[in-house]
């Protein structure tokens, strides 16, 4: 029985994979976004390793993927606990976690960067991986609104440099935005493509513009609703019903906010804002000032626009 579970992850993992040169892959930060791609991966036959910054980050991490793989196994093999935990040990087995970049980049066909939203951060990161990594690693940023050339143009491998831009939650939502440079090669671009093909993921593909495709259409949005109460038109609970009601989005736009997380919108916002500080839809608002300046982050901290019980 615990083989043929595991048999059929792997004949699952197999089929999704065969057509995806990627094998290895190295992601860079554990928070939302490198725990979702990292569980993704692995449930698709990659060999991943996740890094980042402290043992306690990590352990965090480990325990949302975890959490996540338990929700994943409930539809998978419904009133089949032992075959529930056969594929999350399965999983688990292709991903370590732990916080030496360098080390995790030194065998990877593909490093993913999902660290926090600033560019002098990620240029220093990706600095130091172009030395450490072979010379075809592929690179790619998962950045929600840098432009991919600012981060890239820290490293010697712009041929070998796209975005790969996936969406929270990773494990449910099924688009992958890939982003190309005039220098990222045809072999790197078809390389990204099928790596998230075989992550089970529809992929489209965008220049590099500010947002790409959904966070251009998205973040406006959200800071619209944010507006709107601030002028004291509507409340956020109102404005949430409304959009789901009226409008057929699964969650409201402040429910969206604090899934994101505050401080990620805040850093999107601010990024554009400075380099585009005439464009109304790009200006700072006061009300996601406050919040992140009083570290209510959204779900990830218990409190945003509203209050969350994360135990
Ligand atoms: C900022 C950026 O750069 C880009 C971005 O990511 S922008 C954000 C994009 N994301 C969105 O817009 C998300 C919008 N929200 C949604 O789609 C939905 O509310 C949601 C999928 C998050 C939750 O859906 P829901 O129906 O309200 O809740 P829930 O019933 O708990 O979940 C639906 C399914 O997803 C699964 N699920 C949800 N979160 C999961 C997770 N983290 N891991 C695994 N499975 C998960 C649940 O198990 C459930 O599965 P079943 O339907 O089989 O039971
Ligand atoms: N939150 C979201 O909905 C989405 C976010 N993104 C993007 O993905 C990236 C990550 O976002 P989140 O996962 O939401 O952030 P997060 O705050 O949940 O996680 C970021 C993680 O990176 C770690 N980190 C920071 N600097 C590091 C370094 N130098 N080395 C190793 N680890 C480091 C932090 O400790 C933290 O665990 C950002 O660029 C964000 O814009 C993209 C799509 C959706």
Redesign the pocket.
Known sequence: MVFMAKYLVRAFSTSLGRHSPIKTVAIIGSGLMGS?IAQVAAANGHTVTVVDQTDEIINKATAAIKK?LG??V??KFPDDPKAQQTYISDVMSHLTLQTDAKAAVKSADLVIEAIVENLEIKRKLFASLDKAAPPNTIFVSNT?SIPIRDIATATNRLDRFGGL?????V???KLVEIIRLPETTDETFTALESFGKALGKKTVQCKDTPGFI??RL?VPYMLEAVRLVERGDATPQDIDVAMKLGAGY??GPFE?LD??GLD?TKF?VDGWHQRDPDNPLYRPSEILNKLVAENKLGIKTGQGFYSYNNK
């Open positions: 979702g996540s929700r994943v409930k539809k929600s831009h996936f969406f929270n939650p494990p449910v939502m959904v966070n998205l699964p969650m969206l899934y994101v990620t999107i």
